[in-house]
């Protein structure tokens, strides 16, 4: 971070230097992140490992990182699931709408609130900020949605959640860097407020909008729970994560139960042994993130540290 | 603080010399157009669930309409509190879920609060810049996955045919197999290292960020004076970032029964239920499952209550100890 010469030189210095102690700390350290590192990733390559090893051979155990028998088959099993496929695209479905449609709402209520003389400024944010406190549980809720009829549309997967408070405080104070006085010339060149928000606001939030949007993202395609309350009896619109989640629920009730051990599993399967399709499906639900994690992370990181400033 | 009142001041002023209403309505009407969707969005689905709180007092039945249905079910009073509060001292199930929900919660204050801070501290420690950068990008992957993800690779690694039972035997520390999810013994451990696997580096982001926005001259000024490492993070390290820690753990404080429930729903299976069952899945199981709404709705409401005044203790807290308040 501080790529000044007297950071280098002290950097040299310290190799120098360096104690007996030192050296025992800095292995110390060195050993801590290590096995960070592979107890964070361990599970994702497990997954991995086992999605594409022999489904028989798996059952057996004792799969690290690497397949064992590397096969394909699990995959080729997965399309006699018709859900997955149809929750798939649901999710990416919800993923792409959920997400344009927020953060197009975001932005212009964040433009909107960040005008200081809007009358009604003060009671939307408090409106607004309120909402990060108070929770008034599942059944309220679950209430509000069956009154209004959304349950089993696709629209209860958009629009219960498309602002989130944070995301609107974060749209927010960035909007309010931009000097007002380029809003102000084009108010005179007789521009409205919205044609100032879409020509000039939303073009200069794109750094922003890059990790809100991700954001937003990243919580349609993971979120699972909405599905099960709201839409779990309309089967053409489940998503993936929930279908994941009724696979995790079945392996879970098996080892709950004694007499059902992994004999009890094989024997229920056609072809493919649960775990496998379990781990297959875990790592075509996690895959996207795994694709772009790399190259928007800093997004996400850079969304978080503006946040705790303001916050 | 000072300069940015006395540039708003005369603004102020001017405010009050304003345009009539009807003026200011017409002058403003693409904004108030622009934010009136939201405003109806925000009461309708933030506010009216908070009415529907009503229901708490009621013997709510759920037949065809849910309006109709409200406005007609009978008044009770507190009789669904009063259940509760019997079921509270005979240590029934709500005293059950009320105990698992502050028992993760501790554990996860303690716990969670604390290793980020040490993982900060460990990754500024590292000499090599490449290094730290992919241990730390590395370390918050798994803030990005679902609970469910996450919950699936758990239940594969702590099986009893798992590779954490495989490490066990191998390294001669457990005998036999153990099936680590059947155990209510262990549910609250497991929970508290899933959630720190899970939230370790991101959490840390923070306090990295903390860190390095120590001046680095002090720590100069400190070698120059002989401090060796240890000495450089307690005396200079830790206390610049102590504003920050001391927020965090007021906030943390704030959220102390708003414990998630995605994990326990997700892992929690019958037999560990008596360690597992978490207040929200209690409430959605009694009321969406059993169809007892009302009372689902009351405890979802003493946990709003308790929620609501832990975050304004915390507050109360921030404000004394001279950091600015958090809410």
């Given at each position: 971070?501080?790529?000044?010469?007297?950071?280098?030189?002290?950097?040299?210095?310290?190799?120098?230097?360096?104690?007996?102690?030192?050296?025992?700390?800095?292995?110390?350290?060195?050993?801590?992140?290590?096995?960070?590192?592979?107890?964070?990733?361990?599970?994702?390559?497990?997954?991995?490992?086992?999605?594409?090893?022999?489904?028989?051979?798996?059952?057996?155990?004792?799969?690290?990182?690497?397949?064992?028998?590397?096969?394909?088959?699990?995959?080729?099993?997965?399309?006699?699931?018709?859900?997955?496929?149809?929750?798939?695209?649901?999710?990416?479905?919800?993923?792409?709408?959920?997400?344009?449609?927020?953060?197009?709402?975001?932005?212009?209520?964040?433009?909107?609130?960040?005008?200081?003389?809007?009358?009604?400024?003060?009671?939307?944010?408090?409106?607004?900020?309120?909402?990060?406190?108070?929770?008034?549980?599942?059944?309220?809720?679950?209430?509000?949605?069956?009154?209004?009829?959304?349950?089993?549309?696709?629209?209860?997967?958009?629009?219960?959640?498309?602002?989130?408070?944070?995301?609107?405080?974060?749209?927010?104070?960035?909007?309010?860097?931009?000097?007002?006085?380029?809003?102000?010339?084009?108010?005179?060149?007789?521009?409205?407020?919205?044609?100032?928000?879409?020509?000039?606001?939303?073009?200069?939030?794109?750094?922003?909008?890059?990790?809100?949007?991700?954001?937003?993202?990243?919580?349609?395609w993971n979120s699972w729970f909405d599905t099960k309350l709201y839409a779990?009896?309309?089967?053409?619109?489940?998503?993936?994560?929930?279908?994941?989640?009724?696979?995790?629920?079945?392996?879970?009730?098996?080892?709950?139960?004694?007499?059902?051990?992994?004999?009890?599993?094989?024997?229920?399967?056609?072809?493919?042994?649960?775990?496998?399709?379990?781990?297959?499906?875990?790592?075509?639900?996690?895959?996207?993130?795994?694709?772009?994690?790399?190259?928007?992370?800093?997004y996400f990181v850079s969304g978080l540290t503006l946040g705790a400033v303001?916050? | 603080?000072?300069?940015?009142?006395?540039?708003?001041?005369?603004?102020?002023?001017?405010?009050?010399?304003?345009?009539?209403?009807?003026?200011?309505?017409?002058?403003?009407?693409?904004?108030?157009?622009?934010?009136?969707?939201?405003?109806?969005?925000?009461?309708?689905?933030?506010?009216?669930?908070?009415?529907?709180?009503?229901?708490?007092?009621?013997?709510?039945?759920?037949?065809?309409?849910?309006?109709?249905?409200?406005?007609?079910?009978?008044?009770?009073?507190?009789?669904?509190?009063?259940?509760?509060?019997?079921?509270?001292?005979?240590?029934?199930?709500?005293?059950?879920?009320?105990?698992?929900?502050?028992?993760?919660?501790?554990?996860?204050?303690?716990?969670?609060?604390?290793?980020?801070?040490?993982?900060?501290?460990?990754?500024?420690?590292?000499?090599?810049?490449?290094?730290?950068?992919?241990?730390?990008?590395?370390?918050?992957?798994?803030?990005?996955?679902?609970?469910?993800?996450?919950?699936?690779?758990?239940?594969?690694?702590?099986?009893?045919?798992?590779?954490?039972?495989?490490?066990?035997?191998?390294?001669?520390?457990?005998?036999?197999?153990?099936?680590?999810?059947?155990?209510?013994?262990?549910?609250?451990?497991?929970?508290?290292?899933?959630?720190?696997?899970?939230?370790?580096?991101?959490?840390?982001?923070?306090?990295?960020?903390?860190?390095?926005?120590?001046?680095?001259?002090?720590?100069?000024?400190?070698?120059?004076?002989?401090?060796?490492?240890?000495?450089?993070?307690?005396?200079?390290?830790?206390?610049?970032?102590?504003?920050?820690?001391?927020?965090?753990?007021?906030?943390?404080?704030?959220?102390?029964?708003?414990?998630?429930?995605?994990?326990?729903?997700?892992?929690?299976?019958?037999?560990?239920?008596?360690?597992?069952?978490?207040?929200?899945?209690?409430?959605?199981?009694?009321?969406?499952?059993?169809?007892?709404?009302?009372?689902?709705?009351?405890?979802?409401?003493?946990?709003?209550?308790?929620?609501?005044?832990?975050?304004?203790?915390?507050?109360?807290?921030?404000?004394?100890?001279?950091?600015?308040?958090?809410?």
């Amino acid at each position: 971070m501080f790529k000044t010469a007297g950071a280098r030189t002290r950097k040299a210095g310290y190799w120098h230097r360096r104690t007996k102690g030192d050296i025992i700390v800095d292995l110390i350290i060195y050993a801590v992140m290590l096995i960070v590192i592979f107890a964070t990733l361990f599970p994702f390559l497990n997954v991995i490992a086992i999605a594409f090893n022999d489904s028989t051979d798996s059952v057996k155990g004792g799969i690290g990182i690497f397949p064992r028998i590397p096969t394909l088959d699990n995959f080729k099993e997965l399309g006699r699931y018709p859900n997955l496929l149809q929750g798939g695209i649901i999710s990416l479905l919800r993923t792409v709408v959920g997400t344009v449609c927020s953060l197009l709402s975001t932005c212009m209520l964040a433009y909107v609130l960040s005008r200081k003389e809007f009358m009604f400024r003060r009671l939307f944010m408090t409106l607004f900020l309120f909402t990060m406190y108070v929770d008034s549980g599942i059944i309220p809720h679950f209430m509000v949605i069956r009154a209004l009829g959304l349950n089993n549309s696709f629209w209860v997967y958009i629009i219960p959640g498309l602002i989130s408070a944070y995301n609107l405080i974060l749209v927010r104070s960035f909007i309010e860097q931009i000097p007002f006085s380029l809003q102000e010339s084009a108010f005179l060149d007789g521009a409205n407020d919205f044609t100032i928000f879409r020509k000039i606001i939303m073009p200069l939030c794109l750094p922003v909008t890059a990790t809100v949007g991700l954001f937003y993202a990243v919580g349609q395609w993971n979120s699972w729970f909405d599905t099960k309350l709201y839409a779990f009896s309309n089967e053409k619109i489940t998503t993936l994560q929930y279908e994941l989640m009724k696979i995790l629920q079945q392996s879970m009730a098996q080892q709950g139960n004694p007499n059902l051990g992994h004999a009890g599993q094989i024997a229920q399967s056609q072809s493919v042994s649960p775990l496998s399709i379990r781990m297959t499906v875990t790592l075509v639900a996690v895959v996207p993130i795994l694709l772009v994690y790399p190259f928007v992370q800093k997004y996400f990181v850079s969304g978080l540290t503006l946040g705790a400033v303001k916050s | 603080m000072l300069n940015s009142t006395r540039a708003v001041a005369p603004r102020k002023r001017r405010k009050k010399e304003q345009p009539p209403l009807l003026q200011r309505l017409s002058k403003q009407r693409f904004l108030i157009m622009m934010s009136f969707p939201f405003f109806i969005w925000v009461i309708v689905f933030c506010y009216l669930p908070l009415l529907g709180w009503g229901m708490a007092f009621q013997d709510f039945k759920l037949k065809g309409d849910v309006l109709q249905s409200f406005f007609s079910a009978p008044f009770v009073g507190l009789k669904h509190f009063e259940i509760l509060w019997h079921d509270l001292i005979n240590q029934g199930r709500f005293f059950l879920a009320l105990r698992n929900t502050l028992a993760m919660s501790v554990l996860l204050l303690v716990f969670g609060f604390v290793t980020p801070i040490i993982f900060a501290l460990m990754l500024n420690e590292l000499r090599s810049k490449w290094f730290k950068r992919t241990t730390q990008t590395i370390s918050y992957l798994p803030h990005f996955i679902s609970w469910v993800v996450a919950a699936t690779m758990i239940s594969s690694m702590l099986s009893s045919e798992g590779p954490v039972n495989d490490l066990l035997i191998w390294l001669g520390l457990s005998e036999k197999r153990v099936p680590f999810l059947a155990d209510q013994n262990l549910f609250w451990g497991i929970m508290t290292i899933s959630e720190i696997w899970k939230e370790l580096g991101w959490n840390a982001i923070i306090f990295l960020a903390a860190i390095s926005g120590v001046d680095p001259g002090l720590y100069e000024s400190a070698e120059l004076d002989g401090a060796g490492r240890f000495r450089k993070i307690w005396h200079i390290t830790l206390p610049c970032i102590l504003p920050v820690i001391t927020v965090i753990l007021i906030m943390d404080i704030g959220w102390l029964i708003s414990v998630g429930f995605e994990k326990q729903y997700l892992l929690g299976a019958d037999m560990t239920r008596n360690t597992s069952e978490v207040l929200d899945i209690y409430a959605l199981k009694a009321g969406v499952d059993q169809g007892r709404f009302s009372f689902g709705t009351a405890i979802g409401m003493f946990k709003s209550v308790v929620s609501i005044a832990l975050v304004l203790v915390a507050n109360a807290i921030a404000k004394k100890t001279g950091e600015t308040s958090i809410i």
